[in-house]
């Protein structure tokens, strides 16, 4: 599959916990962006990563962090986590620094 | 904040109608527009996009307009089918970065055969 692969699918986690989303972005993208979706929120734009490293910043807060590795999989790390967590994670690709143009399946996830 | 109006948020049109979607952005800054149209269930998916320096770009039933004069954009889909049913969302860059983009709230178009 050479499009935007996202794991795990699904994720049931406690209150006060941290999880990993993880991303592999399209073949020859070197640009990871990771979105939040949820009801009261909408899409908002958390992340950006480029061959490495950050490039945009959005609305991530402070509990949340990502990171781009050599092979270019990201992850997205989530921590005390709180019921307001709960959402779609989105994760995107793209050649370059730009703008996404391929999304993966997502992540829900719900905080219990 | 910056942020990006969206209107309107629900649209019903019979099939083979026109329809037009509108965004409004705030940052001046603003130079990417791009548009996303999310089926139930499934992943947004890029359907158009146009930057500061065009007007307006066509892709066959689709055309998006810009006036950045009064900082709004729109998008327009003609002869719609009833696969055009999704929820669209309109993006604005913000900041000077093309990667951080700022979310309209959607807007549910539903085409009636």
């Known amino acids: 599959d050479s499009g935007v692969t996202q794991t795990p699918k699904h994720l049931i986690t406690a209150t006060g916990q941290r999880v990993t989303l993880r991303c592999s972005p399209r073949?020859?993208?070197?640009?990871v962006y990771w979105y939040q979706q949820s009801l009261d929120q909408g899409l908002q734009f958390l992340i950006q990563y480029y061959n490495g490293e950050e490039r945009a910043k959005g609305n991530i807060l402070e509990r949340f962090s990502a990171q781009q590795f050599p092979d270019l999989h990201s992850e997205l790390n989530l921590s005390s986590l709180e019921l307001g967590d709960s959402a779609l994670y989105f994760c995107?690709?793209?050649?370059?620094?730009?703008?996404?143009?391929?999304f993966g399946q997502g992540t829900r996830l719900t905080v219990v | 904040g910056e942020n990006v109006e969206q209107h309107p948020s629900t649209l019903s049109v019979q099939e083979g109608d026109s329809a037009v979607i509108k965004c409004t952005y705030s940052?001046?800054?603003?130079?990417?527009f791009p548009w996303y149209k999310q089926e139930l269930g499934k992943r947004p998916q890029l359907i158009i996009d146009?930057?500061?320096?065009?007007g307006e770009k066509k892709d066959q039933r689709i055309a998006v307009t810009l006036n950045k004069t009064a900082k709004h954009f729109s998008l327009h889909i003609t002869e719609t089918q009833p696969e055009d049913s999704a929820v669209y969302f309109c993006?604005?860059?913000?900041?000077?970065?093309?990667?951080?983009?700022?979310f309209g709230k959607g807007t549910k178009l539903s085409v009636k055969p």
């Open positions: 993006a604005a860059t913000y900041g000077g970065s093309q990667g951080n983009l700022i």
């Open positions: 940052d001046s800054a603003s130079n990417y």
């Open positions: 073949s020859g993208d070197l640009s």
């Open positions: 146009i930057r500061s320096n065009v």
């Open positions: 995107a690709s793209s050649v370059g620094p730009n703008s996404a143009d391929l």
